[in-house]
């Protein structure tokens, strides 16, 4: 099994998360799958397309892994899947990269998302948004593929529900300063925002946010990833009151996630993320593939893959026959107060079922 993931770099610790997950779940097996133990190999993507595409021709030709798992970065992501197509040598797990193109541009019969795509973190918020917070709103974003895929699938389903978009706001990535920004959002007029950034850039957004004094203006909403674990530290009560949309929250009163985040914990002594669940769900994937195929066959793992539905902390979901995207549960959180070791946290305010999203013209049934 290879990990194609970012292991130096800003998305390094994604990448360890990743791994973190997926080894926890074959730690919980005796590190085996089938009856046979499991070899995992690793190489450094470092979030640069070339680089992604000579470690995954590696990992397939060289390694003959049966499995490979990742990337982080959508744009490594849609540099492998002509690899991926021509090797046919194993199935490819996605554990992080959202870009909705992977099915529409690729449509791979080997390609499994075991996280998320773009519309899902986005799209299914609008309605929630219309119904519970305003019927207008500016749109925020790092100005890249992904930040703009957000805003955009967004702006067409709240515009479906009924709310008007008054204005918008792009930002490079690795803004310090969002003042700027911050001045033309406030001048918008609108009463909400919604945001999409990641990372520091996330901290750094929200951070300027409070301090500008928005929130008593508008009420900021945006995908997962604003206000997401790996954030929310170094956010603290800049965040509280704010809302998102994830496919995951470690604060999930479920038995099964609860396991997780307290087995997550004991291993690594650290708190579980999307991102470790997403590696967690890759190792069941991968299980589920080898034992339903009763082997490693790549043709044959897929078939059992698709349409396969697989029980994990963040809820049960399924893998999409027609586009292998999956098909799971969003959840809308607000920030509040933490009795724990963190000051905030997220919380599940609403569940949207079942969330499947678009096909993008990909049919693979």
């Known amino acids: ?4 993931l970012p292991f130096t770099g800003t998305y390094a610790m994604l ?9 926890l779940y074959l730690e919980q097996n005796d590190g085996e799958i089938g009856d046979q133990e499991v070899e995992t190999v690793e190489r450094d993507t470092e979030a640069d397309t070339n680089r992604g595409v000579d470690v995954t021709r590696e990992l397939m030709v060289e390694e003959r892994a049966d499995a490979i798992v990742g990337p982080v970065s959508s744009s490594v992501a849609i540099a492998m899947m002509q690899t991926i197509e021509n090797e046919a040598s194993a199935i490819w797990l996605n554990a992080n990269a959202g870009d909705y193109r992977v099915a529409e541009e690729g449509c791979l019969n080997y390609h499994f998302r075991t996280s998320f795509n773009d519309w899902q973190t986005s799209a299914p918020l609008a309605e929630w948004v219309y ?11 790092a100005d890249y593929a992904f930040g703009q ?3 955009n699938f967004f702006q067409k389903a709240f515009e479906e529900a009924g709310g008007e978009v008054v204005d918008e706001v792009g930002a490079p990535l690795g ?14 007029g609108a009463d909400a925002v919604f945001s999409f950034f990641a990372g520091s850039d ?10 500008y004094g928005l929130g008593a203006e508008m009420t900021q909403t945006g995908s997962g990833f604003l206000l997401s674990e790996d954030t929310l530290p170094a956010q603290g009560e800049a965040a509280l009151g704010m809302y998102s949309l994830l496919h995951y929250t470690p604060t999930q009163e479920t038995d099964r996630n609860q396991e997780f985040v307290e087995n997550y914990r004991e291993a690594y002594d650290r708190s579980a993320n999307v991102y470790a669940c997403q590696g967690y769900d890759s190792g069941r994937a991968f299980a589920a593939a080898v ?8 043709d044959e793992m897929a078939d059992a893959l698709s349409g396969l539905e697989l029980e994990s902390p963040r809820g049960s979901f399924r893998f999409n026959p027609a586009t292998h995207e999956a098909v ?12 724990g070791n963190q000051p905030v946290e997220n919380q599940v305010v609403e569940t949207i079922d079942s969330v499947e999203g678009p096909n993008w013209g990909c049919n693979l049934e």
């Open 1 to 4: 099994m290879g990990y194609a």
């Open 15 to 23: 990448g360890e998360s990743i791994v973190n997950g997926f080894e």
């Open 131 to 141: 119904d519970n917070v305003a019927d207008n709103v500016c749109l925020a974003y």
């Open 149 to 151: 895929n957000s805003k």
């Open 175 to 188: 803004t310090d300063d969002y003042s700027t920004y911050l001045s033309d959002i406030e001048s918008s």
């Open 202 to 211: 996330a901290v750094n957004y929200i951070s300027d946010f409070a301090d």
């Open 291 to 298: 034992e339903e195929a009763g082997g490693s066959d790549p």
């Open 328 to 339: 799971q549960n969003m959840y809308v959180r607000e920030v509040v107060e933490s009795d």
